[in-house]
């Protein structure tokens, strides 16, 4: 079983439309959960760091559901900017490390 | 201010020839990573440091190899390139304070074997 796992999508969502989507992960010792946003052939950027009670940056909502072991992003008033894959990361065992879902891919169309 | 810098961008390898990919950051991070990214694979883990001198395997480390003689450089080898190896590479750094997780990448690299 893969360590973080995301549904590859892609989300095809008009602007101004709200979207959300989970990554579940199999380590229930994790630590820390990011989601990181990469644009076609560009390097992935830190989007915003979740944290257990949830948070929120602008549009962007994330959660984190340890029982459950995933967390989610929620994207309000999509922007044509927003068209990107969203990299859901958590930490391994190890904390030097992180490790990467696939990507969840985002299209807002005008 | 550069941040992760890496070199070559992009390079056409022959089945057989090595070669030395070049990850340099200049914001003083202790941890330094290599990663590939595949498509529908997401980023895989290659090899990885802790510190200046120091290196540890990653996920995927078979075909590479890696050195940190100095701080903030950190290289990757190639010693015999195969087509399996075609792929985007990624350097990544991270600072060592608690909490702050984030990494920085580079650019990254596109590597096409044949």
């Known amino acids: 079983r893969k360590e973080v796992e995301q549904d590859p999508g892609p989300f095809n969502v008009p602007e101004g439309a709200t979207v959300a989507f989970n990554c579940t992960y199999s380590n229930s010792a994790s630590q820390s959960f990011f989601w990181y946003r990469q644009d076609c052939r560009k390097e992935p950027k830190l989007l915003m760091s979740v944290y257990s009670s949830g948070n929120e940056d602008g549009r962007f909502t994330a959660q984190l559901n340890r029982a459950s072991q995933y967390i989610s992003l929620l994207i309000r008033d999509s922007k044509l900017s927003d068209s990107a894959t969203y990299l859901c990361?958590?930490?391994?065992?190890?904390?030097?490390?992180?490790?990467f879902g696939a990507g969840t891919t985002v299209t807002v169309r005008a | 201010n550069a941040g992760v810098t890496q070199t070559p961008k992009f390079r056409v390898l022959k089945t057989g020839q090595s070669m030395t990919l070049l990850c340099a950051q200049d914001m003083n991070h202790e941890y330094m990573y290599w990663y590939r990214q595949d498509p529908g694979m997401g980023l895989r883990l290659i090899h990885y440091s802790v510190g200046e001198g120091t290196t540890a395997k990653g996920e995927v480390p078979d075909g590479y190899n890696v050195s940190r003689l100095k701080k903030q450089n950190f290289l990757l080898g190639l010693e015999s390139a195969a087509p399996s190896q075609t792929s985007v590479y990624f350097c990544?750094?991270?600072?060592?304070?608690?909490?702050?997780?984030?990494?920085?990448f580079g650019s990254g690299t596109r590597l096409t074997v044949v």
């Open positions: 990544a750094s991270r600072n060592y304070d608690v909490g702050d997780y984030g990494y920085t």
């Open positions: 990361v958590v930490n391994t065992n190890n904390d030097y490390k992180l490790s």
